[in-house]
């Protein structure tokens, strides 16, 4: 569970909730008690992913969300670790040797890259395989981005829409003063709940997914790197210094290989 997201989700409804009850007591939460509002922002809102998605991809949201609140840590040591010991092995003994090293390793992606090694495939064709399975995984990523996206702009856009019909509802009926306060209601608590869900959900959660695949395709791209190096037959110590250029300088300090315990 990514405790973050769901910090920042609480305490900003905290914020609000506090705002409210401060300035109004509890019967300052009657007004945004709109099923109205709430019904035709939300349902405004999926409506509008029907129209510009596949099904397929507006139903497969719940998954997407999921993702957002999970936490998956790369742990980046384990990688180079692995690397530096089958660069070790495979020079003494050979790729052959790395068979059943490699069908313990917990990463598929790693695994299929140095099984295409141990089968003997060239450089270009391992580059070329694993560059293909990335580009596949970047569109993937894309697509649960933008669906966010667009939830945090329809969203926004369906509260202003409220916002308009309750005010056009109101004027209908200024001879009845007793339904001007219903119509307010309606065409303000739209506005908030678009408002609201946009900018503390839907677009920090593109944001959030945005930068997760950018940490798993960096991964991927130094796996990338790793088994390439791998296939040249490279000594350990450059195996672990190149993988490390890939990281930022205080990240490269945390992490110790069996190399760099050696040579202390």
Do not use: W
């Not at 010991?85 to 790729?95: I, M, S």
Request: hydrophobic share 45%; aromatic share 8%; net charge neutral.
């Amino acid at each position: 569970m990514d405790l973050t997201t769901l910090i920042g989700i609480l305490l900003g409804g905290v914020a609000v909730v506090s705002t409210i009850y401060l300035s109004e007591g509890m019967a300052g939460f009657r007004p945004f008690m709109n099923i109205e509002a709430l019904t035709l922002v939300m349902g405004g809102t999926f409506c509008a992913l029907l129209v510009n998605y596949p099904a397929a991809q507006v139903f497969n949201v719940i998954k997407v969300m999921k993702k957002v609140l999970s936490a998956t840590p790369i742990d980046m040591q384990d990688i180079i670790a692995t690397f530096v010991k089958f660069a070790k092995k495979a020079r003494t003994e050979g790729f052959l040797s790395l068979q059943e090293e490699v069908k313990s390793t917990r990463d598929d992606f790693l695994k299929r890259g140095v099984q295409l090694v141990i089968d003997g495939a060239d450089k270009e064709f391992t580059q070329n395989m694993m560059e293909t399975e990335i580009g596949f995984i970047r569109e993937r990523h894309k697509v649960g981005q933008e669906i966010f996206n667009s939830l945090g702009t329809y969203s926004p856009a369906f509260g202003i829409i409220g916002t308009i019909l309750g005010m056009i509802l109101m004027m209908t009926t200024l001879d009845d003063v007793t339904q001007v306060p219903r119509r307010m209601a309606l065409a303000l608590a739209a506005a908030f709940f678009g408002l609201g869900s946009g900018y503390l959900l839907f677009l920090p959660m593109a944001g959030k997914l945005r930068r997760r695949s950018e940490d798993e395709l960096l991964t991927k791209e130094i796996i990338i790197r790793g088994v390439l190096l791998l296939q040249t037959g490279v000594a350990p110590s450059l195996m672990e210094s190149n993988l490390k250029a890939y990281l930022d300088p205080s990240t490269r300090s945390l992490i110790r290989t069996s190399v760099g315990k050696e040579g202390e």
